[in-house]
């Protein structure tokens, strides 16, 4: 799941780990602070690694998909390789659910797939999604109950919805809308899932970030389209720290951007570029409990580690 705390420990774990931090971009480079600095870059394989997602445990272990590798691969915080964790074809997206079991999927694998901190897989936790579903989003909650971000290719047109998996069955949560084929490259659609029950994705057709409540079959939303600050251009992924505060892969924009649980605008991070503290379609977005955010940057083939001060 993804946790942040308060500035006094993000400050002393950087202290402590004797990482020099430069302060990155701020929505482009606008030179105004930004609420958290670059830590460092950690390149992902080669030149098609296609890192599309990034999670962290408690031990602050990164755990990254990388689609063009059909690898989940394990870093370290300081970015040492601790090996290719799982084989899976071509992951798009994953995330913790309870005893931080990592939940998985695949638009060509037909299951959410589950494995420990181990590797080893746990079928008895695994559901066969639906016939003609692609799934491109998880999240699961403390109950462990599974949330999909999925397109059903049998409806006509093809439709995008929120699907709800419990007891080895998915069913209609919530209707997206006719969709189009998504682009190899543009496929993580994340989700988050926060300590009330509230789930957060991405609405691609209206450059949102939609929050429902499953209890009171209800939503609302965060971000509108645009460029300027708190507006979003094809947010591809969400991440809910404990707080409620609300981190956005904003892609379209390359930057990440921050709300408060209330949808206010917060800050940006990063911008358009290469050099460090910048973005090329970022696609994932995670935060841990000591106020670190990490980034999976897709497009510069790297991820990135910043901390909020």
């Known amino acids: 799941m993804k946790v942040a705390s308060h500035r006094a420990q993000a400050l002393l774990a950087a202290i402590a780990s004797a990482i020099?931090?430069?302060?990155?971009?701020?929505?482009?480079?606008?030179?105004?602070?930004?609420?958290?600095?670059?830590?460092?870059?950690?390149?992902?394989?080669?030149?098609?690694?296609?890192?599309?997602?990034?999670?962290i445990d408690s031990n602050r272990t990164?755990?990254?998909?990388?689609?063009?590798?059909?690898?989940?691969?394990?870093?370290?915080?300081?970015?040492?390789?601790?090996?290719?964790?799982?084989?899976?074809?071509?992951?798009?997206?994953?995330?913790?659910?309870?005893?931080?079991?990592i939940y998985l999927v695949s638009p060509d694998v037909g299951r959410v797939a589950v494995f420990d901190l181990a590797g080893q897989r746990k079928a008895e936790l695994e559901t066969a999604l639906p016939s003609g579903t692609r799934a491109y989003g998880v999240a699961a909650d403390a109950a462990g109950q599974v949330y999909l971000w999925a397109v059903d290719e049998l409806a006509s047109p093809m439709a995008w919805n929120i699907l709800l998996c419990t007891g080895g069955t998915c069913s209609l949560l919530v209707s997206g809308g006719p969709t189009t084929p998504i682009p190899t490259g543009e496929q993580q659609r994340g989700m988050a899932v926060d300590r009330e029950g509230n789930i957060y994705y991405p609405d691609p057709n209206n450059d949102r970030i939609v929050v429902?409540?499953?209890?009171?079959?209800?939503?609302?939303?965060?971000?509108?389209?645009?460029?300027?600050?708190?507006?979003?251009?094809?947010?591809?992924?969400?991440?809910?720290?404990?707080?409620?505060?609300?981190?956005?892969?904003d892609s379209g924009n390359d930057r990440i951007q921050k709300f408060s649980r209330e949808g206010e605008f917060l800050f940006t991070v990063g911008g358009?570029?290469?050099?460090?503290?910048?973005?090329?379609?970022?696609?994932?977005?995670?935060?841990?409990?000591?106020?670190?955010?990490?980034?999976a940057d897709t497009g510069n083939n790297r991820v990135q580690v910043f901390v909020e001060f």
């Open 20 to 55: 020099i931090i430069v302060l990155s971009g701020c929505g482009g480079g606008d030179g105004e602070p930004s609420g958290a600095r670059f830590v460092r870059s950690i390149p992902i394989g080669g030149p098609d690694a296609r890192p599309l997602d990034v999670i």
């Open 62 to 101: 990164l755990y990254v998909l990388a689609a063009g590798s059909w690898q989940v691969k394990k870093y370290t915080i300081t970015g040492a390789l601790l090996g290719d964790f799982i084989d899976f074809l071509q992951p798009t997206a994953a995330n913790f659910g309870p005893n931080q079991d």
């Open 212 to 249: 429902f409540d499953p209890l009171a079959q209800q939503g609302w939303t965060i971000g509108s389209p645009g460029s300027a600050p708190g507006e979003l251009n094809e947010p591809h992924d969400v991440a809910v720290d404990l707080r409620g505060d609300i981190y956005v892969a």
């Open 272 to 295: 358009p570029g290469t050099a460090d503290g910048q973005f090329q379609s970022p696609q994932g977005v995670a935060v841990d409990s000591l106020g670190f955010i990490v980034v």
